[in-house]
């Protein structure tokens, strides 16, 4: 195998013969005889192209090569000495050949193949080449020619069928690119895998002939190594040399029978198996399942290698089973942190919310809750939302809350039910406004409306400034009345503020008094359109029952009660409270301990903090003072003559004061004297009589100045009236 470039002339020295050729004529005839046989001997040593192609006609089975390019703009065209049988292709891309031996040495010699050993590629040498994929045929390898040289003595019967080569009884398979899987041999020792041999050392004669007999010697120039291979570096003639060995020996690797179809199979499998089972099973036999697969991938592909000389293309396979089971393994991770995110934000968002549901947020808890997950928490958490804000009135938002759980899920519970009530409810304008500001039970519910904390059972009365209710604290499970008003239904845009204000200046009154005979006041706040107030229960009746003649109480009873609220007041006096409604309505008799006790301090005021208007009505008509009738300022005297006006309407079942109509109602008690009791009543005493008329003087200074000496007063009589 000659791997030396003779794709060019070598420069002769024709012409200098030529002249001695001339020389020689102008000397005698026997000296010129004898230069012009040596100045032919002289050209004729002097053309190496000629005798290196006598050398090569003499000596049978010298292969050259010729070298073929990717892409090459201008092919050579090559006649292929010795022309392959049935060795026509079509498709693909062809090489060119770029570096042809000189006519004259293919003509001299045994054939001409490519010396292309291989395609370049970055990574490890696996492949070379036995076949060069020309225009329309298939070109011979050098390495090819001389493997077959030295397998049958010849190479006139290569003939190609479909993926393989035969010559003679030897079968060998290329692929699509003309390529061989060869078996690369190990160096023995320190040494190389072949004998490299100096021409100087042959021609020198230092080397017997014999050693070469029957050896596929390659000639060429010096290299340096270019091939990265499994046996280290390996220059061209190296590789060419291996590529020989392994077909001569057999030691190839053949491609697996449809290895194609196998690969995109194996891949197709593994692209299941990665998304329908990795990427779902837990980890451990996630991570189990695949390094078992992997480890048979291997085993299978390194069984075929060494045992059976077949390649199997599993790499690709194995690559994506690796690969795809990281990134699934990096996208499970990052899922399992986002959802442990998820789970974490909504854990924190549901504590939010049911943080805003208790403190009475509902609003705030239902934006929270739009933004949880739709599970069976979730769903359990709006739907007693819903319930919420059912028991508020709130029946737009309760709409809201089910709308949610039913877009979610519309089996869950009785949510559709529940939405359509709560839409009809509000349709019908029940929202606790309007022309049912007191009812907050509702025709139509199925569980009881709540005001705050406080699950509202009855309505039990109304009071001067709303409705009275019946509730329980199920905190501590106890009962309680419930005072409420619709502020922005029953007061002027203008007063809404002042009302409100005044309402909770009368919790904060109320709420510093802590006598026996005063209700004492638990809670206060507003809620939607209701401000409301909690206070204690009394299980009796009210005063005003006994207003009227044939429902008198005996009159030892009315004087006690009417000594007890006298005690009252004098009480919230000193603390600065006035109550400026008192009268039989706002006396409640507690039936057990048959005390008595003031409720609805509706217009108390602080004293201290007072900015009464002018001409404002803050009491009942009947039992009112004349300076609140007059519109001036009041003090604790206004409510001694309420009070006294309250123990004649109790003795005698008719009020003292009363008119056709409210101008003519607040001209009695300014200027008329009130009728004697004693004409009603004949059984009051001259003593009781003169207290009523005290009590009830225009002239606050000639009344009782303390309601505690109208209760001593009144307590002095007991055994009189007795």
């Not at 590629?121 to 390495?143: D, F, H, I, N, Q």
């Not at 080569?165 to 079968?171: A, C, E, I, M, N």
């Not at 020996?249 to 299941?272: E, N, S, T, V």
């Not at 004693?678 to 003087?697: F, M």
Request: hydrophobic share 45%.
């Amino acid at each position: 195998g000659l791997t030396l470039d003779l794709s060019r002339p070598s420069a002769g020295a024709d012409r200098r013969w030529q002249e001695i050729r001339e020389l020689a004529r102008s000397a005698g005839r026997k000296a010129s005889a004898r230069i012009g046989r040596l100045a032919a001997e002289g050209q004729w040593l002097d053309d190496t192209d000629a005798r290196l192609a006598r050398a090569i006609r003499k000596t049978p089975g010298i292969y050259l090569a010729f070298r073929s390019a990717a892409g090459a703009a201008d092919g050579v065209e090559l006649t292929s000495k010795p022309r392959l049988l049935n060795a026509s292709r079509s498709g693909g891309d062809a090489r060119a050949v770029v570096l042809a031996p000189l006519p004259v040495f293919v003509e001299e010699s045994s054939g001409v193949g490519d010396l292309a050993v291989a395609d370049a590629s970055p990574g490890m040498l696996l492949r070379t080449r036995v076949l060069t994929p020309g225009e329309k045929r298939w070109l011979p390898s050098l390495a090819l020619l001389l493997a077959v040289k030295k397998s049958i003595g010849h190479t006139q019967s290569i003939r190609i069928d479909g993926e393989q080569l035969t010559f003679g009884s030897y079968r060998l398979p290329f692929d699509a690119g003309g390529g061989l899987l060869p078996g690369f041999s190990v160096p023995a020792g320190e040494g190389e895998a072949f004998p490299l041999l100096s021409a100087d050392d042959v021609i020198a004669g230092r080397l017997a002939w014999h050693q070469l007999r029957n050896k596929v010697v390659l000639i060429g120039t010096p290299e340096q190594k270019l091939w990265p291979t499994p046996v280290g570096m390996l220059g061209e003639r190296e590789v060419l040399a291996q590529t020989i060995a392994a077909i001569v020996d057999g030691y190839y690797f053949g491609l697996y029978p449809r290895a194609g179809w196998i690969q995109l199979a194996a891949i197709a499998a593994i692209a299941l198996l990665l998304v329908l089972f990795v990427g779902r099973l837990p980890l451990w036999l996630a991570s189990s399942l695949t390094v078992l697969l992997a480890l048979l991938l291997a085993v299978v592909d390194s069984w075929l290698l060494l045992a059976r000389h077949l390649w199997l293309p599993l790499a690709t396979p194995l690559l994506l089973l690796v690969s795809g089971f990281f990134l699934l393994l990096a996208f499970r991770l990052f899922a399992d942190l986002q959802r442990r995110t998820q789970v974490d934000t909504a854990h924190i968002r549901r504590d939010l919310g049911l943080l805003h549901q208790q403190g009475g947020n509902l609003d705030k808890a239902l934006t929270v809750f739009r933004h949880l997950p739709a599970d069976g928490e979730s769903l359990e958490l709006m739907y007693s939302l819903g319930k919420e804000f059912e028991r508020k009135r709130r029946f737009h938002q309760a709409v809201s809350a089910y709308e949610w759980i039913v877009a979610r899920d519309a089996g869950f519970r009785d949510a559709i039910t529940r939405r359509d009530k709560a839409r009809h409810l509000e349709a019908a304008g029940m929202t606790g406004s309007g022309s049912t500001a007191g009812q907050l039970l509702i025709e139509g519910m199925d569980h009881k409306p709540t005001l705050g904390r406080y699950e509202i059972e009855k309505m039990i009365g109304k009071g001067a400034m709303g409705e009275v209710y019946l509730g329980r604290d199920p905190s501590i499970d106890r009962v309680v009345a419930i005072k409420t008003l619709a502020l922005a239904d029953e007061f002027a845009p203008d007063e809404l503020e002042e009302v409100r204000s005044r309402f909770f200046h009368e919790a904060a009154a109320a709420g510093r008094l802590n006598h026996t005979n005063i209700v004492t006041i638990y809670d206060v706040g507003e809620e939607h359109d209701l401000a409301f107030m909690a206070m204690e229960y009394i299980d009796g009746f009210s005063l005003d029952e006994h207003c009227e003649p044939e429902r008198l109480l005996p009159m030892e009873r009315v004087i006690a009660y009417i000594a007890q609220t006298a005690e009252a007041l004098d009480y919230a006096h000193r603390e600065g409270i006035v109550h400026r409604d008192v009268k039989p309505a706002n006396l409640m008799v507690e039936r057990r301990k048959d005390i008595v006790k003031i409720t609805d301090f509706g217009i108390a005021r602080i004293t201290s903090h007072s900015r009464t208007k002018t001409g404002m009505l803050l009491g009942t008509p009947s039992y009112m003072s004349p300076e609140q009738a007059m519109g001036h300022k009041v003090d604790h005297r206004a409510d001694i003559f309420s009070l006294g006006t309250t123990l004649y309407a109790l003795l005698t079942g008719d009020k003292p004061f009363s008119g056709d109509s409210l101008a003519s109602l607040f001209y009695q008690i300014i200027n008329a004297p009130h009728p004697d009791i004693r004409k009603l009543n004949p059984q009051v005493s001259d003593t009781l009589k003169r207290i009523i008329d005290k009590a009830l003087q225009k002239d606050p200074d000639k009344r009782y100045q303390s309601a505690a000496a109208f209760a001593r007063a009144l307590k002095r009589l007991k055994p009189a009236a007795g």
